[in-house]
C-alpha cells in the first residue's frame, strides 16, 4: 500500500458500521431502545414512522390489575366463589366477585406476605395461643392453596360437585364446617385456620385501596360512603352535618400527562 494513501477517519467507519447495524436491527426493534440509539447516531437518516398505538374505546378501558399471579384458573374460580359467599352482593351494593376480591387474594399470595418473607420459618414449631396469630410451619400461600383443594374436595365428596359449582346455601354449609374446624382438617392443620385467612383477606380486599386489586372502582368505599385517600378535609372539617364526598384513591393523586 502506499505510504500517501489516506486512512478513512475512524469516526466514518464507526459511522457506515451503525448505518450497516441500524439497516438489519431497525425491523427487529422499530422504536425500540437499540432502534433510537442507532437512529440517534445516524446523521441525516430520516426517522421511520412509527404506528400510533392502539387506544381503547371510551368506556372499555382495560383493568390491568384484574389479572392472576399467583393461582391457577381454577383455583381462581374457587376463591370468588368462596369470598362471594362471604361478602355477597345485595340491595346495598356490588359482592366480593363484582368488587374483584379474589384479585386481591391473589395479588397477596404472590406477594412477601404470601411467601412469609418476614417470618422466622425454621421451626420448632408448637401449637400457638390464639393470642398469637398465625404460626404454622405452611407458608401462607401454601396453606391457602391446601385449603382450596381440600375445599373442593369436600364439595365433591359430600355434593358431588366442584366447590364453585354447588347452589349458595351448599357452599354456605362447606363453609360453616371449614369455620367450624371440627369436620375437615388440612394435613393437621384445623380448617378453620383456612377460613379466618379467606374471611380477613376478603374483607380486606373489599375495602383496601383498588391499587392492590380489590374495591373495583371504589365500589367498597362508596357502600360505606368512606370518602378514600383524600388529600385535606379543610372546607369540610368545621361542618356539624355529614358530607358525602367522591372517594378518591391512590392512583388518583398521580400526574397524568
Do not use: C
Amino acid at each position: 500500500m502506499a505510504e500517501n494513501q489516506t486512512k478513512p477517519p475512524k469516526d466514518a467507519s464507526r459511522r457506515n458500521f451503525l448505518k450497516v447495524s441500524g439497516a438489519a436491527l431497525g425491523g427487529l426493534v422499530a422504536g425500540g431502545v437499540i432502534g433510537g440509539i442507532v437512529g440517534g447516531n445516524m446523521k441525516g437518516a430520516t426517522k421511520p414512522e412509527q404506528a400510533a398505538p392502539e387506544t381503547q374505546p371510551a368506556g372499555n378501558a382495560k383493568d390491568y390489575n384484574q389479572a392472576p399471579m399467583f393461582f391457577n384458573q381454577e383455583q381462581l374460580r374457587i376463591t370468588e366463589a368462596a369470598a362471594e359467599r362471604i361478602f355477597p352482593k345485595d340491595e346495598l351494593g356490588p359482592g366480593a366477585k363484582e368488587l374483584g376480591v379474589a384479585y386481591y387474594i391473589d395479588h397477596q399470595m404472590a406477594s412477601q406476605w404470601g411467601l412469609n418473607a418476614k417470618d422466622y420459618m425454621m421451626g420448632p414449631f408448637y401449637k400457638a395461643e390464639v393470642t398469637q396469630g398465625y404460626q404454622d410451619s405452611y407458608k401462607r400461600n401454601e396453606l391457602f392453596v391446601m385449603g382450596l383443594q381440600v375445599l373442593n374436595d369436600h364439595s365433591s365428596k359430600k355434593y358431588q360437585k366442584a366447590f364453585a359449582d354447588l347452589a349458595a346455601g351448599e357452599q354456605d354449609e362447606v363453609l360453616t364446617a371449614f369455620e367450624k374446624g371440627k369436620e375437615v382438617q388440612l394435613n393437621g392443620v384445623p380448617s378453620s385456620t383456612f377460613f379466618e385467612m379467606l374471611r380477613t383477606l376478603t374483607i380486606e380486599g373489599v375495602y383496601s385501596d383498588p391499587l392492590y386489586g380489590g374495591n373495583k372502582n371504589m365500589g367498597g368505599w362508596k357502600m360505606r360512603k368512606y370518602p378514600g385517600d383524600q388529600m385535606s378535609y379543610m372546607t369540610i372539617i368545621d361542618k356539624n352535618e355529614f358530607v358525602t364526598m367522591e372517594p378518591l384513591s391512590l392512583h388518583d393523586h398521580l400526574k397524568h400527562s
